[in-house]
């Protein structure tokens, strides 16, 4: 097991992190300044990392309840650089389907892993450019828009590294799509700095949140948790947060703010079991209110 660990493509389900074969890091604590609310999360992170999609969930919970008292810089981890290595019992990306599979029910979200088999990508660079290229244009629309590259990849079997694929993503977060072409050469840097501040983090592996209050009192949250872990780091750094109720007198109100949902986010938001959650949004479905994608690990519930 312990070769494995340096395939940054054998997400652990169990550790819920996706490591990092990387070079020395240095151990000194960086400051992480806050900006415009109390709390300021660094969330390193890649398109493809399938623990990151395993957090969906928690961070949409975090989002509606605390989502006044923090930021969250999001940081392109650089997953797969390329296939130029051979270890822990992968060595082309047809290894990585099952294990991917293996991970979809893990985490209760869907994922279709033979993605690696039909049109395998050769590296997540170009996706984390794309992100940084995206956050050049709306902050906001970036995270629409590794969302929607996440489902492409997980649900389509897309190969997000592929750039007509890219472009159908920007357009459906609402990018303007031939700018963020022109900005992918700049974005490049920007990933640079990226990879770079993940050194002097010392980031081993995806998902990792570094949370900051005023004082730079720090607390890392490794790998995908169940949402206690986020919630208490939160609150421990800024004991003052108000968790706000999530307000769910009509079902449909979630798709309001989230547009796709999975039974299993569905699930965590609103303190249900996930086959609750399951049977609501099926018969929502049911009724004509949603559309829904089904795929071998589950299903995607869309909004109208």
């Known amino acids: 097991m312990s070769e494995e660990k340096t395939n940054p493509l054998l997400c652990d389900p169990v550790s819920g992190m996706c490591e990092m074969p990387l070079g020395e890091s240095s151990n000194a604590k960086t400051a992480i300044p806050t900006e415009n609310k109390p709390i300021k999360i660094i969330y390193y992170t890649d398109p493809i990392c399938s623990s990151c999609w395993g957090i969906e969930p928690q961070l949409r919970k975090l989002k509606l309840e605390y989502g006044d008292y923090f930021e969250i810089d999001y940081r392109m981890g650089g997953l797969l650089p390329d296939w130029s290595y051979n270890s822990g019992g992968i060595s082309k990306p047809s290894d990585v389907a099952h294990h991917w599979d293996e991970a979809s029910l893990y985490y209760e979200m869907p994922i279709d892993g033979n993605v690696w088999i039909e049109d395998p990508l050769d590296s997540s660079y170009p996706s984390c450019i794309a992100v940084k290229a995206a956050q050049m244009q709306s902050k906001e629309k970036a995270v629409n828009f590794m969302r929607v590259l996440r489902e492409k990849l997980y649900l389509d079997k897309k190969n997000i590294a592929k750039w007509e694929n890219i472009a159908e993503a920007a357009k459906i977060a609402g990018l303007d799509v031939p700018k963020l072409k022109a900005d992918y050469d700049d974005a490049e840097e920007l990933f640079q700095d990226d990879l770079n501040l993940a050194k002097t983090l010392g980031v081993r592996g995806f998902p990792t949140l570094f949370l900051a209050n005023a004082d730079n009192n720090q607390l890392t949250v490794y790998g995908s948790k169940p949402y206690d872990a986020y919630e208490n780091a939160l609150l421990a750094l800024f004991p003052e947060a108000k968790k706000k109720s999530i307000k769910n007198e009509n079902p449909l ?52």
């Open 253 to 304: 109100n979630l798709f309001e703010i989230f547009p796709t949902l999975a039974p299993k986010e569905y699930a965590v938001i609103l303190d249900k079991s996930t086959s609750e959650a399951t049977s609501i949004l099926e018969k929502l479905y049911q009724q004509g209110l949603l559309n829904k994608k089904t795929i071998k690990n589950g299903s995607l519930y869309i909004k109208k």
